[in-house]
């Protein structure tokens, strides 16, 4: 049975940071991409990190975001430095091998506010 959980969520302080955790069982993480999505209120989703060999990341996150897997533990994990109020949304992570192999968590929920 495959599963994909994410945690770490939460409320903080703009400036601060987060790290965010994606478990993973049931299918050979070292063969999927892995990403982090995330979707705010009345916005589409919007991918915001990948790791597969590489990493890559979008321009409202590159420099403050860093993706990172343990491939031993099946966890991918999203560290987030410098969080801004714009960073709030709901955070999804992404197992992906093939059109018919794509796996996504339930989301949690990061909020920055003062």
């Known amino acids: 049975q495959v599963q994909v959980v994410e945690s770490g969520g939460g409320l903080v302080q703009p400036g601060e940071s987060l790290r965010l955790s994606c478990v993973t069982s049931?299918?050979?993480?070292?063969?999927?991409?892995m990403s982090w999505y995330r979707q705010a209120p009345g916005k589409e989703r919007e991918l915001i990190a990948t790791?597969?060999?590489?990493?890559n990341y979008a321009d409202s996150v590159k420099g403050r975001f860093t993706i990172s897997r343990d491939n031993a533990k099946a966890t991918v994990y999203l560290q987030m430095n410098s969080l801004k109020a714009e960073d709030t949304a709901v955070y999804y992570c992404?197992?992906?091998?093939?059109?018919?192999?794509?796996?996504w968590g339930q989301g949690t929920q990061v909020t920055v506010s003062s």
């Open positions: 049931g299918f050979t993480f070292t063969a999927y991409r």
């Open positions: 992404k197992a992906r091998h093939s059109p018919t192999e794509e796996y």
């Open positions: 790791s597969f060999g590489s990493t």
